[in-house]
């Protein structure tokens, strides 16, 4: 199994920036595509950003050239660098792992942004 653990989340005014981490264990972390969802509440859980094992990134159209997604395959690590944080870039924020042969997901517990002043 994989467990993924995040970090990095709190509380932070408009125009602030915040560092998300997501920690992998249990496999190898090469082998999977990581991505960042996020869900208000009320709403869907909804893409973020996503990074494959070989560095290629998407984002969501409503993050672009604010968030921006990395990875550090020596530390098993995800980051999500988040600037410029806008009220409506309040959610719970979950970290997202997928094998990229076999398919299998995993998510981690989830950290709480929230953007207010």
């Known amino acids: 199994q994989v467990q993924l653990v995040e970090s990095g989340g709190g509380l932070v005014q408009p125009g602030g920036s915040l560092r998300l981490s997501c920690t992998a264990s249990?496999?190898?972390?090469?082998?999977?595509?990581m991505g960042w969802y996020r869900q208000a509440p009320g709403s869907q859980r909804e893409l973020v950003a996503t990074v494959a094992g070989g560095g290629n990134t998407n984002y969501a159209d409503s993050v672009k050239g604010r968030f921006t997604i990395s990875r550090d395959n020596a530390k098993n690590t995800v980051y999500l660098q988040m600037n410029s944080l806008k009220p409506e870039d309040t959610a719970v924020y979950y970290c997202?792992?997928?094998?990229?042969?076999?398919?299998?997901?995993?998510w981690g517990q989830g950290t709480q942004v929230t953007v207010s002043s």
């Open positions: 249990g496999s190898i972390f090469s082998l999977f595509n």
């Open positions: 997202n792992a997928r094998h990229r042969l076999l398919g299998n997901t995993y």
